[in-house]
């Protein structure tokens, strides 16, 4: 394997890592946000409290899945460089994997 060959091989192991260590991010967001609902909901609880935690919860996922969103973008940056260097064949399904996503589709709504 040449260094080459094999710097490209640790990159791919790298950015998959980093990928799933955002998925865990997110999800554990989303699990505190169910947790705090659910504290919420509580017959002693004001049902107002708790509005601006959340608040701002929803604000760090919005900049988490922009996160992931521009990791995917490396990912895909990554891959197409490795097919021009000739270090991944093209007909490698992971190799092109990942597609650039709609923009569009990806802006948070307010």
């Known amino acids: 394997m040449t260094r080459l060959e094999q710097d490209g091989h ?7 890592n ?14 505190l946000r169910m947790k705090m609902l659910a504290a919420r909901s509580h017959p002693d609880v004001v049902p107002h409290e708790g509005q601006a935690a959340l608040s701002r919860l929803g604000q760090a996922e919005r900049q988490a899945f922009a996160s992931s ?15 021009r260097m000739g270090v991944e064949h093209p007909t490698d399904p992971l190799a092109t994997g990942v597609l650039e996503p709609d923009d569009a589709a990806l802006q948070p709504s307010h």
């Open 10 to 16: 640790e990159l791919k192991t790298l950015i998959r």
């Open 69 to 83: 969103t521009d990791l995917f973008r490396v990912h895909n940056a990554l891959s197409e460089l490795s097919i």
């Open 18 to 31: 980093a990928e799933a260590l955002g998925d865990e991010y997110m999800a554990a967001l989303a699990a």
